[in-house]
């Protein structure tokens, strides 16, 4: 969906943004230092939780919003 630097001046760190469709749940093995906890939210409910404040990173931010924007603007 898009590549944006993630700080202007502080770090050279480059995110590139994906959205993915028709994802299934499958299991994994983390790794002995990984500590994930996967929970699945209606759209309409993260883009709420980004909006009040309750998710503040940068990254889930942008992709959120950008997925949004694409819902509303019809492909073509």
Sequence with gaps: MSTYHTSKSVVDETAHLFLAEGLYRTDTTPDETEFIDVRA?????????????????????????????RRETPRG
């Design 41 to 69: 939210f209606p759209f309409d409910a993260v883009l709420r939780m980004v909006l009040e404040g309750e998710i503040v990173d940068s990254m889930t931010i942008v992709a959120v919003l950008l997925a949004a924007r």
